[in-house]
T-cell receptor, first 114, second 117 residues
Framework: LAKTTQPISMDSYEGQEVNITCSHN???????ITWYQQFPSQGPRFIIQ???TKVTNEVASLFIPADRKSSTLSLPRVSLSDTAVYYC???????????????FGQGTELSVKP | ETGVTQSPTHLIKTRGQQVTLRCSSQ?????VSWYQQALGQGPQFIFQ???????GRGNFPPRFSGLQFPNYSSELNVNALELDDSALYLC????????????????FGPGTRLTVL
């Protein structure tokens, strides 16, 4: 399973766009990139998933360059409620990956200030 | 709100005791996974069940065991508790059965905070 590297922490202000980059140099052909968000004392919550190029939903955008060795989660116009830990996960499906387990790293702690 | 509930919310045990944690998955979700999250760390995969059968296990000793029931509920049992077992225990359910072509979206409960003294 590909190892991921992301910043331990980031600070931002309300209304700004936040970009969190994740490095995954040894990503495999079958791997997808998934981001989860976790608030204190809650379980992680799925944000977005992609394989290549750009994916957008109502919450965020995910940019994946052609070589797929990194990805960037973009949060438009953050608010105080976006303060959370953001995890970048790289892995394949349960067809190849025993049990379909999710491999979490330490994540990026995003702090949004007024 | 993910529709996944866990009980109890908090629990305090002493070293050597046994504990059972419970999870109720979303209706229709036949896959449930359990994770352990130590303070300041990301969740670590314990095991996964699909239709009441274990379908993958992480690097946890046999004293961590589980059960899944037909009514979308499941249990995590930990025997001979150790101080290092203090953590947030999360269960996550997913709709897709094993064998899909992309990673499942897993829906997490709020967790049970276990403290071992």
């Amino acid at each position: 399973l590909a190892k991921t590297t992301q910043p331990i922490s980031m600070d931002s202000y309300e209304g700004q766009e936040v970009n969190i980059t994740c490095s995954h140099n040894n990503i495999a052909t079958n791997d997808y990139i998934t981001w989860y968000q976790q608030f204190p004392s809650q379980g992680p919550r799925f944000i977005i998933q992609g394989y290549k190029t750009k994916v957008t939903n109502e919450v965020a955008s995910l940019f994946i360059p052609a070589d797929r060795k990194s990805s960037t989660l973009s949060l438009p116009r953050v608010s105080l409620s976006d303060t959370a830990v953001y995890y970048c996960l790289v892995g394949d499906s349960s067809r190849y990956n025993q049990g379909g387990k999710l491999i979490f790293g330490q994540g990026t702690e995003l702090s949004v200030k007024p | 709100e993910t529709g996944v509930t866990q009980s109890p919310t908090h629990l305090i045990k002493t070293r050597g005791q046994q504990v059972t944690l419970r999870c109720s998955s979303q209706s229709g979700h036949n896959t449930v996974s359990w994770y352990q999250q130590a303070l300041g760390q990301g969740p670590q995969f314990i095991f996964q069940y699909y239709r009441e059968e274990e379908n993958g296990r992480g690097n946890f000793p046999p004293r961590f065991s589980g059960l899944q029931f037909p009514n979308y509920s499941s249990e995590l049992n930990v025997n001979a508790l150790e101080l290092d077992d203090s953590a947030l225990y999360l269960c996550a359910s997913s709709l897709d059965p094993p064998g899909q072509t992309r990673p499942d979206t897993q829906y997490f409960g709020p967790g049970t905070r276990l403290t071992v003294l």
